[in-house]
């Protein structure tokens, strides 16, 4: 048996992944565990689940390895600032000594750490570390259900690479272009994320729920900044960003081109300006990465597509690369982010450097992503009588029809099932549940529920037999990275008056048959469930379309915004309780929010930091 630990850390979204003899057992990150989202630290919660859930101790993994390399890092740091002087002097002074105490002397830095785990573990020779791109690729190509593809990475930036195309056959992955810092696809959508008033490496997929909300008017101003060639390849204009040298994602010429400063979320509402702006940036990113797909597709004629990296997170993106039907099939690593790194650097030393066969399973090797902690009955039992929680134990079956009938009757619930997802997504282990035929559902859950801005949309869990009833879309999408529109003979026109409304104000407009889960474009991001990967939530969505003739539910993450999402039943409660959830699921237990102690109830929606 050998096992290999993979670690991300020290960026954003620090995680943990397991592999043994290939397989992947677990995988988690760091912020469910610490409740800081996004957290960059050192994942030593993370790494002592997956050792846990493995059965191992630290001294009896055979190799350790790490996401990215430091010292590339560290060059391209130096070189950026020798490149760009005098100016960012002052990011230089506050990024150096970070670097010469932490970053650079990684090895030693994670022996220390590792040894936190295990006084036994000693051997530094164990410790490898993999290129950050590489451990992108990797986590897309070897979990994929292809025996060859062609896989393009984008992201922010890893040591010096931004956007990467390789080609996976067996297992083999060979990088064959790049894309380098400081031209970035990613970071350019996160100068508009930090623009708009949004959180950089939080707030993007906010700036995607955004766009269909304006019109992108600013195209045009947009391509002063990117000069985008046909084949996708793309470079920025340096004189109107701060990401390279400064402590800000844009500067001076870049608000003096669009007319306004970066907006404040502090003191200024959204207005129709940022939503054109957000439109405007999503259609550009669109366009790149259609023309990349297209290029590729024409030039290594592979009929597969494997994506990874943040931009792959771009579901509307990638819904739209795959109705141009540019490749048969695409396949896309739920944890796409850094996360997903630590997995795809173990992977990568698996296949790549010790040439171990490829057992390639026909959906994928990612188990649902089902890959996180889970709690049986008596530990679920335990917590909840030591917290005070007034809870019923129910037979499966009852649970089932008792939950599809709450969710019936309007009811938000709690679900909290078996292992947690790994990854940004819920997908039914870790989620809040709630009717999409209601036209209140929407604004309740975002304001009652998750304490967040209205304008955000929610996914739709569809059953896998029922997607192309009520959906655009006729391949699966396990993992809530595809965007498509509701079918036509669903939707509900809007009238000449209606579209004349100011964007968010369409908000409450209902648009379809489903209009929970219907974005105010006609679009959604969609998730589909089958009996395989998620039995428990197949069969709930399953009674509630008997029930109601519609086999689908909404599904968002079990949290409130800018808090990670739900890890253990104590979490699960505290949120229940913080907020106006009605009903919460945990493992078999049912509780009513009427029939708790009221003293339990707390103030949840100042608990953590805004995202």
Known sequence: MKSILGISAFYHDSAASILIDGKIVAAAQEERFTRIKHDASYPYNAVEFV?????LKLSEVDQIIFFEKPFLKFER??????????RGFKSFCKAMPIWLKEKLFQKKFLINKLNTHDENFNNEEKIFFSDHHLSHAASAFFPSPFEEAIVLTADGVGEWATTTVAVGSKNKIEIKKEIHFPHSLGLLYSAFTYYTGFKVNSGEYKLMGLAPYGKPLFTDKIYKLIDIKEDGTFRLDQSYFDYATGL??????????????????????????????????????????????????????????????GVALNCVANGKILKEKIFENIWIQPAAGDAGGSLGAA????????????????????EGSY????????????????????????????????????ISNGNAVGWFQGRMEFGPRALGARSILG???????????????????????????????????????????????????????????????????????KINLKRSEIPAVTHIDYSARIQTVSKETNPKYFKL?????????????????????????????????????????????IGNCYLNKKKQNQKLIKEYSNEFELD
């Open 51 to 55: 050792l846990k859930y493995a059965n």
């Open 77 to 86: 740091l130096l070189e950026t600032y020798v490149a760009f002087a005098p």
């Open 248 to 309: 800000t994602m844009t500067n001076e010429k870049f608000d003096k081109l669009f007319g306004q400063k970066p907006r404040n979320p502090k003191t200024e509402n959204l207005t129709q300006f940022h939503m054109d702006v957000a439109a405007s940036i999503q259609k550009i990113t669109e366009e790149i990465m259609i023309k990349l797909a297209k290029s590729i597709k024409k030039e290594y004629g592979l009929k597969n597509l494997c994506l990874a990296g």
């Open 347 to 366: 992977l990568a030393l698996w296949y790549i450097e010790q040439n171990n066969p490829r057992v390639i399973n026909k959906n994928d090797s990612m």
């Open 371 to 406: 890959l996180g902690p889970e709690y049986n009955q008596k530990e679920i039992e335990k917590t909840l009588e030591n917290i005070g929680a007034n809870f019923n134990v129910l037979e499966e079956n009852d649970l089932i029809n008792k939950t599809a009938e709450d």
């Open 435 to 505: 009717d999409p035929r209601s036209p209140d559902m929407q604004k309740n859950l975002n304001l009652k529920v998750k304490y967040r801005e209205s304008f955000r949309p929610f996914a739709p869990s569809v059953l896998k037999e029922n997607l192309s009833d009520w959906f655009d879309l006729h391949t699966d999408s396990p993992y809530m990275l595809m965007v498509a529109n509701v079918n036509k003979d669903k939707c509900i026109a809007m009238s000449n008056e209606e579209e004349k409304l100011f964007g968010i104000d």
């Open 541 to 585: 969505i399953s009674k509630f379309k008997e029930t109601t003739g519609c086999p689908i539910l909404v599904n968002t993450s079990f949290n409130v915004r800018g808090e990670p999402i739900v890890n253990s039943p104590k979490d699960a409660f505290r949120c229940f309780m913080g907020t106006q959830l009605d009903i919460l699921i």
